[in-house]
């Protein structure tokens, strides 16, 4: 028994050991971390209001338990009015509400091409997570005036009654308006495939559209090749109103990425009627007070706001542009309701479908005399300045000199001969959905119309006539063609040689119907 009582090695370690531990706890300052708390005191439709966290921030981003979170909407001496960004099912009165001393932000990148998402930038498209390279609030400041370049180089979207007419150039806000079913989604995707091999980055906003609509549009951009340079954002219609209103300042931001480093950038808003309509929804639940049509007051506000973030950027600050294609309903045709005339008065101009024309099968059914672009010859090339100059014009006495003939049954030669003009100008104009075209065939196309090339081919024939003359062009003419495409002004003897070449492919085809009309 000798020994045990020193304890031998053992009682050494155990001495070291506490008496480490007797220091550790000496040497101690407990420190405490203030977090300031709410309390969920009412859940509604996609809204909450809590009472408590007085310092909080109007747009700071809480959180809710099970990791759901919110952005905050009212900031009142009585209460929190919060906008829930996942489903409320899960939220209780009574559940704390806690800070994240942060705003809203999504993630942006090259890692986002190709894929789909939800407004806040979480994958829908089962492909995994998406390794972002940086994140931006969804809220930011446009572009100061001195940081801002005219806007001159065209954006062509493959549809000839728009690149000839309405012109669209990049780093415009260029409005798409009419009633339901009229084919505005359809513009803003054949612009979208129209960007194949141009170097613009595409993005599609989806808003309160159902999930099959959505699914469409993705399997149609896959289709055509244009998904691997387009962003899907998605905030369908059986997503919270939250999420609704803050999708089109996600996909502005996501935009804003590329535009930052010299990109070119397109922004499809469909829509922003929808859009508005959530916002309304959400203040008159959180007790804002209504002004005109029940909407909040600063309506006009919160489009403007974004909207204004397009633009092209001189060189100095990267050259890089952000141009949007806003889209709208209308209702029996009503442009001059709240919301079309708010929008009307941001952008830079409209393109509006006419349900009529869309009913005789006029596709696209856009309405010349009513649409407008306000950048207009500044963003188009040379060639179709030369063109289709006076084209607009000439169309809109076209249309006008047609309604007055069926007044009158005796017409004089002049007026049949502007007639039978206007009604090819008319079938050229016409071009099928998902079918953009190049431009040295519209090109080709527009000057076989105006210089009379197609006067002898009957009406049922104009559009086979039109095919063969784009495809003996691009054929014959394969150096010309891409003069053009590369913006250069062509002389009086190249558009000679263009008017040959459709002189013979028009006298060729001999106005035959076209079998694949």
């Known amino acids: ?21 007797d220091r550790a706890l000496a040497e101690h300052r407990p420190g405490l971390e203030p977090r300031e708390v709410g309390v969920v005191t009412y859940v509604g439709s996609g809204i909450a209001r809590v009472s408590g966290m007085d310092s909080v921030r109007a747009e700071e981003l809480v959180r809710f338990p099970g990791e759901s979170y919110g952005l905050v909407f009212n900031v009142d001496p009585q209460e929190i009015g919060i906008i829930m960004l996942d489903p409320s099912e899960g939220v209780r009165a009574g559940d704390e509400v806690h800070r994240t001393g942060r705003v809203l932000d999504v993630p942006v990148g090259e890692a986002l091409l190709g894929r789909v998402v939800d407004a806040l930038g979480r994958p829908l498209d089962g492909l995994g997570d998406i390794a972002a390279e940086d994140r931006l609030p969804v809220e930011r400041e446009a572009p100061p005036i001195m940081h801002r370049d005219p806007v001159t180089v065209p954006l062509q979207t493959g549809l000839k009654v728009i690149d000839a007419l309405i012109p669209i150039g990049r780093g415009q806000r260029e409005l798409i308006l009419g009633d339901r079913l009229t084919g505005k989604t359809a513009i803003a995707l054949d612009t979208i495939i129209n960007q194949h091999d141009k170097g613009v980055v595409c993005i599609y906003c989806a808003i309160g559209k159902q999930s099959s609509d959505v699914a469409k549009t993705v399997a149609a951009l896959r289709e055509h090749g244009a998904l691997p340079y387009t962003v899907v954002v998605v905030a369908a219609g059986e997503a919270p109103p939250g999420v609704q209103f803050v999708a089109p300042y996600s996909a502005t931001s996501m935009g804003e990425y590329f535009m930052s480093r010299g990109r ?18 959400v203040s008159l639940l959180l007790r804002r007070p209504p002004g005109r049509e029940a909407y909040p007051g600063d309506i006009f506000y919160i489009h403007s706001r974004m909207l204004e973030r397009s633009t092209h950027l001189r060189q100095a600050y990267g050259g890089g542009s952000l141009t949007a294609l806003p889209i709208i309903e209308t209702e029996a045709q009503d442009i001059s309701s709240y919301i079309p005339t708010n929008l009307i008065s941001i952008t830079d101009g409209q393109i509006y479908l006419s349900p009529g024309m869309f009913q005789k099968g006029l596709l696209p059914a856009v309405d010349v005399g009513k649409s407008v672009s306000r950048v207009g010859g500044k963003a188009q090339l040379p060639a179709y300045r030369a063109v289709a100059g006076d084209l607009r014009i000439a169309y809109a006495q076209f249309e006008e000199l047609e309604s007055f003939s069926r007044f009158g049954t005796r017409l004089d030669e002049d007026t049949r001969r502007r007639l039978e003009r206007g009604w090819r100008v008319r079938e050229i104009l016409k071009q099928p959905q998902l079918r953009p075209m190049p431009v040295s065939e519209q090109i080709a196309s527009l000057l076989a119309v105006t210089r009379g090339v197609l006067d002898g081919v009957p009406l049922d024939g104009v559009s086979g006539a039109e095919q063969a003359v784009r495809r003996d062009v691009s054929e014959k003419l394969g150096d010309l063609c891409r003069k053009i495409e590369a913006g250069g002004k062509l002389e009086d003897v190249e558009f000679d040689a263009i008017l040959a070449a459709a002189r013979d492919a028009a006298a060729t085809r001999g106005g035959r119907p076209d079998a694949d009309r």
Do not use: I, Q
């Not at 922003?272 to 929804?281: D, I, Q, V």
């Open 264 to 281: 070119d950038v397109l922004v499809v808003y469909d829509d922003l009627t929808r859009h508005a309509r959530e916002y309304r929804e």
């Open 1 to 21: 028994m000798e020994g045990r009582g020193d304890g031998g090695p053992l009682k050494a370690v155990l001495d070291d050991t506490f008496e480490k531990l």
